[in-house]
């Protein structure tokens, strides 16, 4: 057992509380390095704790000829090895044909999403491995188009009925993660052609970046969180994302000026979250959370997109 994991204890916690509410998590899984990560994190917390069920799924929508069988094959071994229940939503030649005025990756997310409907009605989460890159790409490109600052990240750790674990951690981290758990994973080979908007800023401009300032990425993630906290009036989460920053920027020297500012909003939290609250305020906020607490339905019926086991190893 190697001693460098992803999902810390207060993860690991915030996982466990999440889906102890639904009938369990579904992991998207591409054959890449970040999904089938994500499946062994997830398996592991599973085969540990015992609390929550698990499976996985496999959009194939066989663009990519023999890339996309190898793809496939790689993720039904890693689920046969770990006893977890593979689903394969297989995109028809129909289907692909049908996508007529929608570029490429516009058409995959829908496709994804219409494979994720049935188990989300069924009250499963989906469980996507996106990381801190794919947060920093989403920041830059919602910054160009005009996004609204609180609306610049576009992912959460959890929003339901998707959960992201691997957002606080860089692409690196997970591939350091792989190689220590000897997990295998595949590349695809059209994540580095620059014919995408999405690619050009992943392989060139976030590099360039990153060279020029290391740790930008994770540094426009914290603004961007910042902007979130202040759009949502969370003040408290301001004042801690605005110390934590401060204290974190290693060989920097820390402002003054800025530290007293987080403490002070800090405190000025604490304040404000002590007060007496308007009882129709209360009310009100009790009714909300009561709506978003998840009715869970019956479990999904196996089968709905192919349950797929194999007599032996690929």
Request: net charge positive.
């Amino acid at each position: 057992m190697s001693n460098i994991e992803l999902l810390t204890r207060d993860d690991e916690s915030e996982i466990l509380g999440i889906l102890k509410q639904y009938q369990g998590v579904i992991v998207s899984v591409s054959g890449g390095a970040d999904s089938i990560g994500l499946l062994h994190a997830l398996h592991t917390l599973s085969d540990s704790q015992k609390k929550f069920s698990i499976a996985a799924i496999h959009i194939a929508y066989g663009l990519r000829g023999q890339d996309s069988r190898d793809d496939f094959a790689l993720c039904a071994w890693h689920c046969q090895k770990r006893g977890i229940p593979l689903y394969v939503s297989t995109v028809t030649d129909k289907e692909r044909a049908s996508r007529k005025g929608q570029s490429l990756q516009e058409w995959a997310r829908t496709v994804r999403h219409t494979s994720y409907d049935p188990w989300i009605s069924k009250g499963w989460v989906v469980a996507l491995g996106h990381h801190m890159g794919d947060l920093a790409e989403n920041v830059l490109i919602r910054l160009a188009r005009g996004a609204a600052p609180h609306n610049l990240l576009g992912m959460a750790f959890f929003k339901a009925p998707y959960l992201r674990p691997f957002l606080n951690h860089a692409k690196n981290e997970i591939i350091r993660y792989n190689q220590a758990h000897h997990i295998m994973w595949r590349e695809d080979l059209s994540n580095a052609s620059n014919d995408y908007s999405r690619n050009v800023i992943r392989n060139e401009i976030i590099p360039k970046l990153e060279g020029l300032f290391p740790g930008a990425s994770k540094r426009m993630v914290s603004c961007a969180e910042e902007a979130r906290g202040v759009y949502s009036a969370d003040p408290a989460s301001l004042g801690m994302k605005r110390l934590t920053a401060a204290t974190e920027f290693e060989g920097t020297p820390i402002s003054r000026r800025r530290l007293d500012a987080a403490i002070k909003l800090g405190v000025q939290a604490v304040k404000e979250r002590s007060s007496p609250k308007d009882p129709k305020a209360i009310r009100a906020s009790q009714h909300r959370q009561s709506l978003e607490t998840p009715k869970v339905p019956s479990k999904i019926a196996e089968g709905s997109y192919g349950f797929f086991t194999l007599d032996k190893p690929l």
